[in-house]
């Protein structure tokens, strides 16, 4: 089993004009960097906390159905379950009905219960799962913490631009901000 990004957020956890009055900035000559800074530091927050900020859609692809009909989801939280197939031999796809299953959006990790579990014809990725995970679509939706874990790494990366070689983990500061939101591997 394993994860794809299908379309990522239609926008960022912390809005270009936020994070600029944080960052005290009052022209428009970085607005590029601190875009690009903002995407960034939303990917380390999320990959942190193992949870997607702003709603995306991602496609889950399974190679057989897991013993007892439940898959437990690598993303949340989870928005919806936008749609389950399974592929034939020939890689024609039959789309399963929301009855065919339920979802525990609720559960950490969030989970799919099976009803029925056509088997896939394909050796490898017969099914695939769409799904749309985050806190919401727009960046009020995200936990006012994890917006502020966004905007401290932001802060930290644009003042010290050049200064610190090689990858860095998330400061303690937001760490500390991010710990409450993480949840454990599955």
Known sequence: MFPILVDGPAVEPVPLAEMKAYLRVDDDAEDGLIGGLVKAARLMVEASARRILVAQRWRLML??????????????????????????????????????????????????????????GKVHNGIAIDLRVGYGETPDDVPATLRLAVKILVARWFESRGDVAGPQALPPEALALVAPFRRARI
């Not at 939280?77 to 339920?102: F, H, I, M, Q, T």
């Open 63 to 120: 190679h057989r159905w897991p013993q007892g009909g439940a898959v437990l989801l690598p993303v949340s939280p989870l928005l919806a379950v936008e749609g389950v197939r399974v592929y034939d031999a020939s890689g024609v796809s039959e789309s399963l009905s929301p009855g065919d299953y339920e979802s525990d959006a609720l559960g950490d990790p969030p989970r799919i219960l099976f009803r029925r579990m056509p088997q896939p």
